[in-house]
């Protein structure tokens, strides 16, 4: 067996991921405030206003509560938005925005957890409809992500659903380790914020990503691993270290490529024993 491959008799275990700042460069949500605007969604106010969130957001300055000042502002915001057009503005837009901004030592990690047999799990406080198509580009297996209540009219009511923040995100990671049976004692997991110091927590492989000072400081005290991601790239640009196909695919390659080894070593043998007569 290959180091680092997963051996299939034993539990099963997963990556879990933080998006921003972890796998992108910036705010998932707040890079499509001006594509939001462009649709009518927003006005030049809010633009601005998301645009200095981005970089409070960025400076690492955003603590507890401006992140909880930050989600109810948000909100707030999105109170009405018909979800449609909000999930065709994203797909509209996601290669263009979000593709230059991956981080290439996180897109090599998620191959790295692919290739040893893990699942990759996206666990990211922004809403599930910008994070959902952001995982379906990285090849995540699952998302967690925060959900809005949907009225009957199809648009956001302005309520969370589901907050998928701090101790909630380790109660998530929790859930999926019971209902996918993951070994959480042999699982990793990544973020840059000290807010998801319990998701670290409950994995035995924790990594703090670009941390920010608050989980430097308790990394350092733990004896995690401290990670520097600063090469942003596209993934096509990445090809062929971005391309390896799912699980699935790769085992339809194994089964063409031990097909053609046979099918070589057959023509060898007729060859030899027809030079042979």
Not at 36 to 64: E, K, P, S
Request: charged share 25%.
């Amino acid at each position: 067996m290959l180091w680092g491959v997963e051996n299939h008799s034993l539990p099963r275990t997963a990556a879990f991921f933080d998006l921003d700042k972890t796998v992108i460069a910036k705010s998932s949500t707040l890079t499509f405030s001006k594509s939001f605007y462009q649709g009518g969604l927003i006005n030049r106010r809010a633009v601005l206003r998301t645009a200095y969130a981005q970089f409070v957001f960025l400076a690492g300055g955003a603590d507890h509560d401006q992140m909880e000042r930050m989600r109810a502002y948000l909100s707030a915001l999105c109170r009405g938005w018909n979800v449609q057009q909000v999930k065709e503005i994203v797909a509209e837009t996601l290669h263009d925005l979000i593709d230059p901004i991956i981080y290439d030592e996180a897109a090599s990690l998620i191959e790295e957890h692919h290739t040893a047999g893990r699942d990759v799990v996206i666990v990211s406080t922004s809403g599930a409809e910008v994070v959902e198509p952001i995982g379906e580009l990285l090849g995540a297996d699952r998302v967690v992500a925060t959900r809005m209540v949907v009225g009957d009219d199809g648009c956001f009511t302005g309520e969370v659903e589901y907050y998928a923040y701090g101790p909630t995100k380790a109660e998530a990671v929790r859930e999926l380790a019971e209902s996918e049976g993951y070994d959480l004692s042999r699982c990793y997991a990544y973020s840059d914020s000290a807010t998801d110091v319990p998701m670290l927590d409950s994995v035995g492989h924790p990594h703090a990503v670009n941390p920010d000072r608050a989980l430097r400081r308790e990394a350092l005290a733990r004896g995690w691993p401290i990670l520097d991601f600063h090469r942003p790239v596209r993934l096509k640009q990445r090809i062929p270290a971005f391309s390896v196909p799912p699980r699935p695919a790769l085992v339809a390659v194994a089964a063409i490529g031990a097909a053609a080894a046979t099918a070589g070593l057959v023509w060898y043998a007729n060859r030899r024993r027809a030079t042979v007569a």
